[in-house]
């Protein structure tokens, strides 16, 4: 499924993040041709601002036609927290679907390659899989008043992009005891399951201000 359901009000555009042009096509639009040009994908589920559905379903018909791909889209709307739209949109799933891709429409120019990791290591028997990249940045953890309490070492830590992979039941579990994270991996993690990393890749960065969006269009301008 792709997660399209955010206001982007930090971009400051006036509409959805996920219907903001980047070189003259939605964000939606360029996530949707990377999920599509999955050979795996069998069912892509879109969660959008119930007052964009048309505009979505628009959009999946374009690029459906642009790459010749008979993929079924479904359009679903999404809920108050970026949890209920997961939610949704597993609730829009055929039962023949058992390996969930969570993608999230600002991530849009994720390579189709980070998709095949991540369905490879499902199908290999992780139970949750997510795609990360290696902190280049020292990190400081600090507390309420904003001290340093702790330097982690960053050879431990990773970047974490989408899609995120999941077996399907686990991840119904895991909506089922609660949806407030910040991503459904951590939703997951409290399970007490494991999850997998496997490697992302610096094009999968998510588009949030005005300067990622800069930096996303440089980024396609040279792909």
């Given at each position: 499924?792709?997660?399209a359901?955010?206001s982007?009000?930090?971009?400051?555009a006036?509409?959805?993040?996920a219907?903001?042009?980047?070189?003259?096509?939605?964000?939606?639009?360029?996530?949707?041709?990377?999920?599509l040009?999955?050979?795996t994908?069998v069912?892509?589920?879109?969660?959008?601002?119930?007052?964009?559905?048309?505009?979505?379903?628009?959009?999946?018909?374009?690029?459906?036609?642009?790459l010749?791909?008979?993929?079924?889209?479904?359009?679903?709307?999404?809920?108050?927290e970026r949890?209920?739209?997961?939610?949704?949109?597993?609730r829009?799933?055929?039962d023949?679907?058992?390996i969930?891709?969570?993608?999230?429409a600002?991530?849009?120019?994720?390579?189709?390659?980070?998709?095949d990791?991540?369905?490879?290591?499902?199908?290999?028997?992780?139970?949750?899989?997510v795609?990360g990249?290696a902190?280049?940045?020292?990190?400081?953890?600090?507390?309420?008043?904003?001290?340093?309490?702790?330097?982690p070492?960053?050879?431990?830590?990773?970047?974490?992009q989408?899609p995120?992979?999941?077996?399907?039941d686990?991840?119904?579990?895991?909506?089922?005891?609660?949806?407030?994270?910040t991503?459904?991996?951590?939703?997951?993690?409290?399970l007490?399951e494991r999850?997998?990393?496997?490697?992302?890749?610096?094009?999968?960065?998510?588009?949030t201000?005005?300067?990622?969006?800069?930096?996303?269009a440089r980024?396609?301008?040279?792909?």
């Open positions: 499924m792709v997660v359901a955010g982007g009000s930090r971009l400051g006036g509409l959805p993040k219907f903001v042009p980047l070189a003259g096509v939605p964000l939606l639009g360029h996530a949707l041709r990377g999920v040009s999955c050979a994908v069912q892509v589920v879109l969660v959008v601002p119930d007052t964009h559905r048309e505009q979505a379903a628009a959009v999946a018909d374009g690029v459906c036609r642009e010749g791909s008979v993929t079924p889209v479904t359009v679903v709307p999404g809920g108050v949890g209920d739209s997961v939610a949704a949109g597993l829009a799933l055929g023949e679907v058992d969930v891709l969570v993608h999230d600002a991530r849009c120019l994720t390579p189709v390659a980070v998709f990791r991540v369905v490879a290591a499902v199908a290999a028997g992780a139970v949750a899989v795609p990249t902190v280049v940045d020292t990190i400081k953890q600090v507390d309420a008043d904003g001290f340093v309490v702790g330097t070492e960053r050879s431990a830590l990773r970047a974490v989408t995120q992979g999941f077996r399907r686990v991840l119904e579990r895991a909506h089922a005891v609660s949806s407030e994270a991503d459904d991996a951590g939703l997951v993690e409290r007490g999850v997998l990393v496997v490697e992302g890749d610096p094009r999968a960065l998510k588009v201000t005005p300067s990622d969006l800069e930096a996303a980024l396609l301008a040279t792909s």
